[in-house]
């Protein structure tokens, strides 16, 4: 049986100030997809949202194998079961995140550093400091 490819998707959020106005982006396959209508919130939750963010692209382009890949340990630590959600919006976040990985075939979230997050470099390239 042939092995089925596994899609990358790159996620990541923040806020200015923070707490503030949320943004996230996502990266696939070399596009990205940017949102800045997320609300007010913190750095932690616009990680979440831009994880969500992940997938909803991830679904909405038929993508059914996909690895996400962030910088927030937070949220890859809180999406793979090994560190709980300590605020309510936090673990709203994380169900439903769950929730849209159930329209997936499988769901990997790893961790990876800032420098190699294609969505964090997104995000930087559309607010220089």
Same mark, same amino acid.
């Given at each position: 049986m042939?092995? +089925?490819?596994r +899609?990358? &998707?790159?996620f990541? *959020? *923040? #806020?200015r @100030?923070? @707490?503030?106005a949320?943004e #996230?982006?996502?990266?696939?396959?070399?596009? /990205?997809y940017y949102?800045?209508? %997320?609300?007010?919130g /913190?750095n932690s939750?616009a $990680?979440?949202l =831009?994880?969500i963010?992940a997938?909803?692209i991830?679904i909405?382009?038929? $993508?059914?194998?996909?690895?996400?890949l962030?910088d !927030? /340990? %937070?949220?890859? /630590?809180?999406a793979?079961?090994t560190?709980? #959600?300590?605020t309510?919006? &936090?673990e =709203?976040?994380?169900?439903?995140f769950e !929730?849209l =990985? *159930?329209? %997936?075939d499988t769901v990997r979230?790893?961790?990876?550093g800032?420098?190699?997050n294609?969505? *964090?470099i997104a995000l =930087?390239r559309?607010? @220089?400091?």
């Open positions: 042939p092995r +089925t490819q +899609t990358k &998707l790159f990541d *959020g *923040g #806020c @100030p923070n @707490p503030g949320i #996230c982006a996502a990266v696939l396959r070399g596009v /990205t949102r800045h209508d %997320l609300g007010d /913190t939750e $990680e979440w =831009a994880a963010h997938l909803e991830a909405r382009n038929g $993508e059914r194998d996909v690895v996400l962030g !927030s /340990t %937070l949220v890859v /630590t809180q793979n079961g560190a709980r #959600c300590r309510p919006e &936090l =709203a976040h994380r169900v439903q !929730s =990985a *159930g329209n %997936l979230i790893r961790h990876i800032r420098a190699q294609l969505a *964090g =930087a559309l607010h @220089p400091r």
